[in-house]
T-cell receptor, first 110, second 115 residues
Protein backbone atom coordinates (compact mmCIF):
# COMPACT_ATOMS: atom_id res chain seq x y z
CA UNK A 1 0.00 0.00 0.00
CA UNK A 2 1.09 3.53 -0.64
CA UNK A 3 2.04 5.41 2.46
CA UNK A 4 3.81 8.62 3.48
CA UNK A 5 5.40 8.75 6.91
CA UNK A 6 6.46 11.88 8.72
CA UNK A 7 7.86 10.59 12.00
CA UNK A 8 7.95 13.88 13.88
CA UNK A 9 4.72 15.56 14.95
CA UNK A 10 6.59 18.56 16.27
CA UNK A 11 10.02 19.94 15.55
CA UNK A 12 11.26 22.88 17.55
CA UNK A 13 14.45 24.74 16.63
CA UNK A 14 16.04 28.10 17.32
CA UNK A 15 16.32 30.79 14.69
CA UNK A 16 19.40 30.28 12.58
CA UNK A 17 19.64 26.57 13.30
CA UNK A 18 19.47 23.99 10.50
CA UNK A 19 16.19 22.22 9.93
CA UNK A 20 15.45 18.79 8.55
CA UNK A 21 11.87 17.57 8.28
CA UNK A 22 11.79 13.88 7.59
CA UNK A 23 9.58 12.15 5.05
CA UNK A 24 9.64 8.51 4.02
CA UNK A 25 7.35 6.91 1.51
CA UNK A 26 6.21 3.49 0.49
CA UNK A 27 5.32 3.03 -3.17
CA UNK A 28 6.40 0.41 -5.65
CA UNK A 29 6.25 2.64 -8.72
CA UNK A 30 7.81 5.99 -9.59
CA UNK A 31 6.25 8.55 -7.31
CA UNK A 32 6.09 12.29 -7.58
CA UNK A 33 6.87 13.83 -4.21
CA UNK A 34 5.72 17.18 -2.89
CA UNK A 35 6.10 19.32 0.19
CA UNK A 36 3.15 21.49 1.18
CA UNK A 37 3.19 24.16 3.87
CA UNK A 38 0.28 25.49 5.87
CA UNK A 39 0.86 28.71 7.77
CA UNK A 40 -1.46 29.48 10.65
CA UNK A 41 -5.06 29.64 9.42
CA UNK A 42 -4.03 29.70 5.79
CA UNK A 43 -4.45 27.30 2.90
CA UNK A 44 -2.13 24.49 1.93
CA UNK A 45 0.54 25.94 -0.34
CA UNK A 46 2.91 24.06 -2.57
CA UNK A 47 6.44 24.52 -1.30
CA UNK A 48 8.45 22.08 -3.38
CA UNK A 49 8.10 19.24 -5.79
CA UNK A 50 10.92 16.93 -6.60
CA UNK A 51 10.30 17.06 -10.32
CA UNK A 52 11.27 20.73 -10.47
CA UNK A 53 14.37 20.40 -8.29
CA UNK A 54 14.12 24.01 -7.17
CA UNK A 55 14.75 25.80 -3.91
CA UNK A 56 11.92 27.81 -2.40
CA UNK A 57 12.39 30.12 0.60
CA UNK A 58 15.74 28.44 1.20
CA UNK A 59 14.21 24.96 1.45
CA UNK A 60 15.45 22.04 -0.60
CA UNK A 61 14.46 18.40 -0.79
CA UNK A 62 16.16 15.54 -2.54
CA UNK A 63 14.44 12.36 -3.53
CA UNK A 64 16.44 9.36 -2.35
CA UNK A 65 14.92 6.32 -4.02
CA UNK A 66 17.25 3.93 -2.23
CA UNK A 67 16.09 5.13 1.16
CA UNK A 68 12.60 6.03 -0.11
CA UNK A 69 12.96 9.43 1.49
CA UNK A 70 12.24 13.03 0.57
CA UNK A 71 13.50 15.01 3.54
CA UNK A 72 13.02 18.78 3.59
CA UNK A 73 16.04 20.84 4.62
CA UNK A 74 16.92 24.42 5.30
CA UNK A 75 20.34 25.49 6.55
CA UNK A 76 19.18 28.46 8.65
CA UNK A 77 15.64 28.50 10.02
CA UNK A 78 13.69 31.76 10.28
CA UNK A 79 10.82 32.54 12.63
CA UNK A 80 8.50 32.95 9.66
CA UNK A 81 9.14 29.32 8.74
CA UNK A 82 6.95 28.25 11.66
CA UNK A 83 4.10 26.27 10.11
CA UNK A 84 2.73 22.79 9.43
CA UNK A 85 4.64 20.93 6.75
CA UNK A 86 3.10 18.06 4.84
CA UNK A 87 4.90 15.61 2.63
CA UNK A 88 2.75 14.14 -0.13
CA UNK A 89 3.06 11.52 -2.84
CA UNK A 90 1.32 11.31 -6.18
CA UNK A 91 1.22 7.97 -7.91
CA UNK A 92 1.99 7.17 -11.49
CA UNK A 93 -0.32 6.75 -14.43
CA UNK A 94 -3.60 8.60 -14.61
CA UNK A 95 -4.15 8.56 -10.87
CA UNK A 96 -3.50 12.11 -9.87
CA UNK A 97 -4.51 12.25 -6.24
CA UNK A 98 -2.15 13.02 -3.38
CA UNK A 99 -1.37 10.79 -0.43
CA UNK A 100 -0.37 12.93 2.53
CA UNK A 101 1.73 12.33 5.57
CA UNK A 102 0.39 13.39 8.96
CA UNK A 103 2.43 16.53 8.93
CA UNK A 104 5.16 18.03 11.08
CA UNK A 105 4.66 21.22 13.00
CA UNK A 106 7.81 23.32 12.79
CA UNK A 107 8.29 25.87 15.52
CA UNK A 108 11.18 28.30 15.14
CA UNK A 109 12.00 30.11 18.33
CA UNK A 110 13.75 33.49 18.49
CA UNK B 1 -2.11 35.04 -8.27
CA UNK B 2 -5.24 33.00 -9.07
CA UNK B 3 -6.87 31.27 -6.12
CA UNK B 4 -9.25 28.42 -5.47
CA UNK B 5 -12.20 29.84 -3.56
CA UNK B 6 -14.29 27.85 -1.10
CA UNK B 7 -17.55 28.81 0.57
CA UNK B 8 -18.62 28.83 3.28
CA UNK B 9 -15.54 28.95 5.46
CA UNK B 10 -17.44 27.31 8.32
CA UNK B 11 -20.69 25.36 8.27
CA UNK B 12 -22.54 23.89 11.19
CA UNK B 13 -25.24 21.35 10.44
CA UNK B 14 -27.38 18.88 12.30
CA UNK B 15 -26.79 15.17 11.93
CA UNK B 16 -28.84 13.76 9.10
CA UNK B 17 -29.03 17.01 7.17
CA UNK B 18 -27.69 17.51 3.67
CA UNK B 19 -24.83 19.93 3.10
CA UNK B 20 -23.30 21.32 -0.06
CA UNK B 21 -19.78 22.64 0.01
CA UNK B 22 -18.85 24.95 -2.81
CA UNK B 23 -15.62 25.58 -4.64
CA UNK B 24 -14.61 27.80 -7.53
CA UNK B 25 -11.48 26.32 -9.09
CA UNK B 26 -8.99 28.34 -11.08
CA UNK B 27 -10.59 29.10 -14.41
CA UNK B 28 -8.22 27.32 -16.80
CA UNK B 29 -7.77 24.26 -14.60
CA UNK B 30 -9.11 20.95 -15.80
CA UNK B 31 -8.77 18.62 -12.83
CA UNK B 32 -10.65 19.08 -9.57
CA UNK B 33 -10.31 17.37 -6.23
CA UNK B 34 -11.83 17.17 -2.79
CA UNK B 35 -9.80 16.28 0.28
CA UNK B 36 -10.72 16.27 3.92
CA UNK B 37 -8.84 16.54 7.20
CA UNK B 38 -10.40 15.33 10.41
CA UNK B 39 -9.00 17.26 13.35
CA UNK B 40 -5.62 15.91 14.34
CA UNK B 41 -5.41 13.54 11.40
CA UNK B 42 -3.86 13.57 7.97
CA UNK B 43 -5.30 15.14 4.85
CA UNK B 44 -7.19 12.40 2.96
CA UNK B 45 -8.17 12.20 -0.67
CA UNK B 46 -11.89 11.92 -1.39
CA UNK B 47 -12.45 12.28 -5.12
CA UNK B 48 -11.02 13.61 -8.36
CA UNK B 49 -13.07 14.96 -11.26
CA UNK B 50 -12.10 15.45 -14.87
CA UNK B 51 -14.03 15.99 -18.06
CA UNK B 52 -17.30 16.16 -16.15
CA UNK B 53 -16.97 12.84 -14.46
CA UNK B 54 -15.35 11.24 -11.45
CA UNK B 55 -11.91 9.95 -12.41
CA UNK B 56 -11.00 8.43 -9.07
CA UNK B 57 -12.49 8.11 -5.62
CA UNK B 58 -11.36 6.78 -2.28
CA UNK B 59 -13.06 4.33 0.06
CA UNK B 60 -14.28 7.30 2.09
CA UNK B 61 -16.30 8.58 -0.86
CA UNK B 62 -19.33 6.35 -0.43
CA UNK B 63 -22.91 6.77 -1.61
CA UNK B 64 -23.46 9.59 0.84
CA UNK B 65 -21.12 11.78 -1.16
CA UNK B 66 -21.54 13.25 -4.62
CA UNK B 67 -19.77 15.89 -6.68
CA UNK B 68 -20.99 18.12 -9.43
CA UNK B 69 -19.81 20.87 -11.69
CA UNK B 70 -23.19 22.43 -12.33
CA UNK B 71 -22.29 25.52 -14.32
CA UNK B 72 -18.76 25.30 -15.61
CA UNK B 73 -17.28 27.34 -12.79
CA UNK B 74 -18.47 25.88 -9.48
CA UNK B 75 -17.43 22.48 -8.19
CA UNK B 76 -19.57 21.17 -5.36
CA UNK B 77 -19.38 18.39 -2.81
CA UNK B 78 -22.68 17.17 -1.42
CA UNK B 79 -23.08 15.05 1.66
CA UNK B 80 -26.61 13.67 1.68
CA UNK B 81 -27.12 12.72 5.29
CA UNK B 82 -24.36 13.99 7.50
CA UNK B 83 -22.92 11.97 10.35
CA UNK B 84 -20.93 13.18 13.33
CA UNK B 85 -17.81 11.63 11.85
CA UNK B 86 -18.15 13.83 8.75
CA UNK B 87 -16.97 16.75 10.87
CA UNK B 88 -13.73 17.82 9.25
CA UNK B 89 -11.99 20.46 7.20
CA UNK B 90 -12.82 19.96 3.53
CA UNK B 91 -10.35 21.21 0.96
CA UNK B 92 -11.00 21.72 -2.70
CA UNK B 93 -8.05 21.68 -5.11
CA UNK B 94 -7.57 22.10 -8.83
CA UNK B 95 -4.77 21.54 -11.29
CA UNK B 96 -4.09 22.69 -14.80
CA UNK B 97 -3.24 19.21 -15.96
CA UNK B 98 -2.56 15.95 -14.23
CA UNK B 99 -1.68 17.11 -10.75
CA UNK B 100 1.42 15.02 -10.38
CA UNK B 101 3.06 17.05 -13.11
CA UNK B 102 1.40 20.45 -12.77
CA UNK B 103 0.93 20.64 -9.03
CA UNK B 104 -2.27 21.28 -7.12
CA UNK B 105 -3.70 24.57 -5.89
CA UNK B 106 -5.74 24.26 -2.73
CA UNK B 107 -8.56 26.38 -1.42
CA UNK B 108 -8.61 27.65 2.15
CA UNK B 109 -11.10 24.98 3.19
CA UNK B 110 -14.56 24.69 4.69
CA UNK B 111 -14.77 23.60 8.28
CA UNK B 112 -17.82 21.36 8.59
CA UNK B 113 -19.16 20.74 12.08
CA UNK B 114 -21.92 18.15 12.45
CA UNK B 115 -23.82 18.37 15.72
Amino acid sequence: AQRVTQPEKLLSVFKGAPVELKCNYSYSGSPELFWYVQYSRQRLQLLLRHISRESIKGFTADLNKGETSFHLKKPFAQEEDSAMYYCALSRGGSQGNLIFGKGTKLSVKP
Amino acid sequence: EPEVTQTPSHQVTQMGQEVILRCVPISNHLYFYWYRQILGQKVEFLVSFYNNEISEKSEIFDDQFSVERPDGSNFTLKIRSTKLEDSAMYFCASSEGLGRYYGYTFGSGTRLTVV
